[in-house]
T-cell receptor, first 111, second 112 residues
Framework: DSGVTQTPKHLITATGQRVTLRCSPR?????VYWYQQSLDQGLQFLIQ???????AKGNILERFSAQQFPDLHSELNLSSLELGDSALYFC??????????FGPGTRLTVT | GENVEQHPSTLSVQEGDSAVIKCTYS??????FPWYKQELGKRPQLIID?????GEKKDQRIAVTLNKTAKHFSLHITETQPEDSAVYFC???????????FGGGTRLMVKP
C-alpha cells in the first residue's frame, strides 16, 4: 500500500457523460500527478499540481480538467466522454522533489 | 519533449537466470530515472531509481546502470523468481519531482 488513495475503483459510464475521479495523496505530500494508462498509449502524464497550483501539463485533452484542493486532495474531471477515454487513471504523489508513489487507480469504461 | 524507448517488450527467462531491460532517452536534461513494477491490475510500484550523479545503484537482487553520454539506462535482475513476473516500466524526468515520461514497458515472465 503506497498510502495514496483513489476513488472510485471502477467506473462505467456512457459516451457524452462527465465523471470525476478523486485522489488523496500520502500524508505530507504536496505534489499530485495524474497519469492515464491505456493499452495503445502506455502510461502518459496528464497534469501535475503542487500545493494547490498547477505545475505542469502533459497531453491532457481540453475535455479534461483537474484541481487540487486546500486539503491537498485532487480531482480529475473528464467530460464529453468518448470510447477512447476508457483507460486506467492513476494518481501519484510525492514530497517536494522526490520520488512518486502511485495510487491503485480508477478503471474507467466508457460504453 | 522527452522520448523514452524500452526494449525488449517481452522477456522470458528461467527461474534463477538474470534479466536485463534497457531504455534509451532523448532529452539530455533528464537526470532522474526510476523503474516501476506493475503486476496485473495493480498500481505501478517504484522498485529502484537512479540520479545522474551516479552510474550504478544496487538493491539486493536488482541494480540499475546509467550511461549519460549514451543516454541509456538498464535494469538488471539477478536470480529471478516467479514473483518477479510483471510488467516493468522505465521512466525519465528532469528532476525527481517532475513529470515522468515512461517507456513502453517490458513484460517479464519467469518460468519455474
Amino acid at each position: 500500500d503506497s498510502g495514496v488513495t483513489q476513488t472510485p475503483k471502477h467506473l462505467i459510464t456512457a459516451t457524452g457523460q462527465r465523471v470525476t475521479l478523486r485522489c488523496s495523496p500520502r500524508s505530507g505530500d504536496l505534489s499530485v500527478y495524474w497519469y492515464q494508462q491505456s493499452l495503445d498509449q502506455g502510461l502518459q502524464f496528464l497534469i501535475q499540481y503542487y500545493n494547490g497550483e498547477e505545475r505542469a501539463k502533459g497531453n491532457i485533452l481540453e475535455r479534461f480538467s483537474a484541481q487540487q484542493f486546500p486539503d491537498l486532495h485532487s480531482e480529475l474531471n473528464l467530460s464529453s466522454l468518448e470510447l477512447g477515454d476508457s483507460a486506467l487513471y492513476f494518481c501519484a504523489s510525492s514530497p517536494s522533489g522526490s520520488e512518486q508513489y502511485f495510487g491503485p487507480g480508477t478503471r474507467l469504461t466508457v460504453t | 519533449g522527452e522520448n523514452v524507448e524500452q526494449h525488449p517488450s517481452t522477456l522470458s527467462v528461467q527461474e534463477g537466470d538474470s534479466a536485463v531491460i534497457k531504455c534509451t532517452y532523448s532529452d539530455s536534461a533528464s537526470n532522474y530515472f526510476p523503474w516501476y513494477k506493475q503486476e496485473l491490475g495493480k498500481r505501478p510500484q517504484l522498485i529502484i531509481d537512479i540520479r545522474s550523479n551516479v552510474g550504478e545503484k544496487k538493491d539486493q537482487r536488482i541494480a540499475v546502470t546509467l550511461n549519460k553520454t549514451a543516454k541509456h539506462f538498464s535494469l538488471h535482475i539477478t536470480e529471478t523468481q516467479p514473483e518477479d513476473s510483471a510488467v516493468y516500466f522505465c521512466a525519465a524526468s528532469h528532476n525527481a519531482g517532475n513529470m515522468l515520461t515512461f517507456g513502453g514497458g517490458t513484460r517479464l515472465m519467469v518460468k519455474p
